[in-house]
């Protein structure tokens, strides 16, 4: 059953979250807000005694919100940056400690020498920050590094990794990180003092406190390491197919705190999932039957010029890793539990792709039964693809199934 609701378009979007106390310090463009998941939460009847899983917890959207209202949630996700902001979001804080430091950084960059600071060689980070910017980064970054307690590190990493596009040459641009030039940069240290007086200002008007167990830890979707009917439900949203490479969008943040080289973060996109043409097969997927719809849809492509040779085969691959996602779901979600996937449908060589459409018959192959799909958005094509296919909306939607 598809109902389309006008109401959800603007919650499978981050938009809601850039104004909320703690869910501002990061977030991810593709994205979905708070009261998505607390709607989730009451449509499932979910309460203090459940606990929820988001194996793509990407900002920790989904972690946050049910923490705020008393249940705990596990977030997996293959990305460093991920967790470590996921997990930043859900710490108690001591405000004295914050405070004591804020004075110290205060200090520090008043007085350091910037060309003593030892920069890695990441080509992309000499080419998107000034010198002086770039040294002042790391200046924050070694400081933090020498911290003994891991909340504190988590409080001012975050703050430093949110400015980082800021006080860079460049911007996110849907699935791709734009160099630009003539952008007008601020002040290093008033942009960071500005970020992390806000966080600190959350903290302080916050009334959460984590009783919680809730988490993120690294992992890949694709095998889960929890047991068998472990949660009650799964709120979560995948990469959509459209070619977007989270370990280009995010190699700032990626290279100035998680990985030591370019080869890494080349291994770390190499094992992503196959949403984008540079991601590779890691697991074989055992029992997979290439959908109806799918084969349809490819054998209209395979007809078709299209820009990137690696486009079929990567639709191929990218619906063999959601059977794995769909199946790993299937196993450690408790009977009558529910799942809840916000995803998008994608447009290739003019065709539609009906995603949603092929991840239900996906899920139903493996025991997820199928109870509706909430269409919160329509994009339709377009205006050149319009002449030759005319106008066929892709939908980005809510899918619901139950394990029976």
């Known amino acids: 059953m598809t109902k389309e609701i006008n109401e959800f378009h603007l919650l499978v979007t981050p938009h809601q979250n850039k104004k909320l ?85 205060n200090k520090l960059l008043s007085n350091h020498n910037k060309n003593t600071t030892l920069i ?3 080509k992309i980070l000499h080419k998107v920050f000034d010198p002086d910017v770039l040294s002042d980064i790391f200046v924050v970054k070694n400081w933090i590094q020498k911290m003994e ?23 996110k641009d849907g699935g791709f990180l734009r160099i630009v030039p003539d952008k007008k940069i601020p002040d290093f240290k ?50 959509y197919l459209n070619r977007h490479d989270y370990t280009r969008v995010y190699i700032l943040e ?50 078709e010029t299209l820009p990137n040779k690696h486009v079929i085969p990567m639709i191929k691959g990218y619906f063999e890793d959601m059977y794995l996602v769909l199946k790993e779901v299937a196993r450690v979600l408790k009977q009558r539990g529910f799942a809840a996937f916000v995803i998008g449908d994608v447009r290739y060589g003019g065709f539609l792709v009906p995603v949603s459409d092929i991840l239900v018959e996906i899920g139903d192959s493996l ?13 339709g094509n377009s205006p050149q693809q319009m002449g030759k296919f005319g106008k066929i909306p892709a939908k980005e939607s809510i899918v619901i199934w139950k394990k029976q």
């Not at 920790?60 to 293959?78: H, P, V, Y």
């Not at 409080?155 to 990794?161: D, G, K, V």
């Open 21 to 105: 106390p703690i869910y501002r310090w990061y977030h991810f463009n593709h994205s979905f807000s708070r009261d998505l998941v607390w709607y989730l939460i009451d449509k499932f009847d979910l309460n203090c005694g459940n606990i929820i899983l988001d194996p793509f917890c990407g900002s920790g959207t989904t972690l946050l919100a049910a923490q705020e209202k008393g249940i705990s949630a596990i977030g997996i996700d293959i990305l460093p940056l991920s967790v470590f902001i996921s997990n930043a979001k859900l710490q108690n804080y001591n405000i004295d400690k914050i405070k004591y430091k804020i004075e110290e950084l």
């Open 120 to 122: 890695p060689e990441f």
């Open 149 to 171: 307690d891991k909340k504190l590190k988590y409080f001012f990493f975050t703050a430093l990794l949110s400015i980082t596009e800021k006080v860079a040459f460049a911007r």
């Open 190 to 239: 008033e942009t960071l003092f500005i970020k992390i007086n806000e966080m600190l200002s959350d903290i302080e008007h916050s009334n959460s406190q984590n009783n919680t167990k809730s988490k993120a830890q690294i992992g890949d979707a694709r095998k889960i390491c929890f047991r068998s009917s472990s949660f009650d439900a799964v709120i979560t949203s995948p990469p």
């Open 254 to 303: 990626l290279a100035i705190a998680f990985l030591k080289s370019e080869g890494e973060i080349k291994r770390l996109r190499y094992k992503t999932l196959r949403s984008h043409v540079e991601a590779k097969k890691v697991f074989v997927a055992d029992g997979y039957k290439e959908p109806i719809k799918l084969k349809e849809i490819i054998e209209k492509l395979e007809k």
């Open 367 to 379: 025991g997820l039964t199928h109870q509706e799909t909430l269409v919160a958005r329509l994009r």
